[in-house]
T-cell receptor
Framework: ETGVTQSPTHLIKTRGQQVTLRCSSQ?????VSWYQQALGQGPQFIFQ???????GRGNFPPRFSGLQFPNYSSELNVNALELDDSALYLC????????????FGNGTRLTVT | DQQVKQNSPSLSVQEGRISILNCDYT??????FLWYKKYPAEGPTFLIS?????DKNEDGRFTVFLNKSAKHLSLHIVPSQPGDSAVYFC??????????????FGKGITLSVRP
C-alpha cells in the first residue's frame, strides 16, 4: 500500500511569486485535504477536494487554490506569496465515509523570503 | 480564537509510567475527536479517535477519555516507552460528509519519555 507522497520536500520562494505543491493520495482514497502548519502551531485546514471539486474551505484567501485530478492526486497553488505563507504544507487523504481518519504526507516546507 | 486548546506545551515522564495528555475544546458542535502523533520530519500519524457518543476508547497502550460536559478529553499512554517521544496533536471535527478531513487541531504537546 502506497502512502501519501508530497513534492517537493523543501522550497524557497520570493515574496510575490507563485508556488505549486503536489500530492499523491494513498491508494484507494478519494478525498484529499491540505493543511498549513506554521511554526509552533497545529495544522490549519485550507481546503478539501472530493471528486475533483472543492468540498469545504478554511479561513484562507482566494490566492490559495487547488486541484484534484481523476487519479486523486492533487495540487495546492499559492499566488502572490507573502512572508507569512512560510510554513509546512501537509496533504492528507481519506475515504469519505464513516470515521475514516486522515493519512498525512510528510509535507512540503515552504520558505518565503 | 483557539477552538482546540492544548495548554501544556510539553510533558516529560519516566519510561514505564503513565503519560496523560490533556485537551480542551470550546465548540459545542464538535462530535468527533482524534489524536495524532508527529515525529520530526514526518507527517502526523493517526493514533486513536473517539466519537461524542462514547466516553472512552481503548487501543492497546492508548486510551482516550472524553468528558463532554467539561469539553475536555485526555490521552493516556500506559506504559510509556521512549519511542512514544513525539509531538501529540488533539483534533476535532463537527460531522458532515467527509468531516473527518476538516479537522481543527490544537497546538500540540511535546512528550518526552525518559529511559
Amino acid at each position: 500500500e502506497t502512502g501519501v507522497t508530497q513534492s517537493p520536500t523543501h522550497l524557497i520562494k520570493t515574496r510575490g511569486q507563485q508556488v505549486t505543491l503536489r500530492c499523491s493520495s494513498q491508494s484507494g482514497h478519494n478525498t484529499v485535504s491540505w493543511y498549513q502548519q506554521a511554526l509552533g502551531q497545529g495544522p490549519q485546514f485550507i481546503f478539501q477536494y472530493y471528486r475533483e471539486e472543492e468540498n469545504g474551505r478554511g479561513n484562507f484567501p482566494p490566492r490559495f487554490s487547488g486541484l484534484q485530478f481523476p487519479n486523486y492526486s492533487s495540487e495546492l497553488n499559492v499566488n502572490a506569496l507573502e512572508l507569512d505563507d512560510s510554513a509546512l504544507y501537509l496533504c492528507a487523504s481519506s475515504l469519505v465515509q464513516g470515521s475514516s481518519p486522515l493519512h498525512f504526507g510528510n509535507g512540503t516546507r515552504l520558505t518565503v523570503t | 480564537d483557539q477552538q482546540v486548546k492544548q495548554n501544556s506545551p510539553s510533558l516529560s515522564v519516566q519510561e514505564g509510567r503513565i503519560s496523560i495528555l490533556n485537551c480542551d475544546y470550546t465548540n459545542s458542535m464538535f462530535d468527533y475527536f482524534l489524536w495524532y502523533k508527529k515525529y520530526p520530519a514526518e507527517g502526523p500519524t493517526f493514533l486513536i479517535s473517539i466519537s461524542s457518543i462514547k466516553d472512552k476508547n481503548e487501543d492497546g497502550r492508548f486510551t482516550v477519555f472524553l468528558n463532554k460536559s467539561a469539553k475536555h478529553l485526555s490521552l493516556h499512554i500506559v506504559p510509556s516507552q521512549p519511542g512514544d517521544s513525539a509531538v501529540y496533536f488533539c483534533a476535532a471535527s463537527d460531522g458532515g460528509s467527509g468531516a473527518n478531513s476538516k479537522l481543527t487541531f490544537g497546538k500540540g504537546i511535546t512528550l518526552s519519555v525518559r529511559p
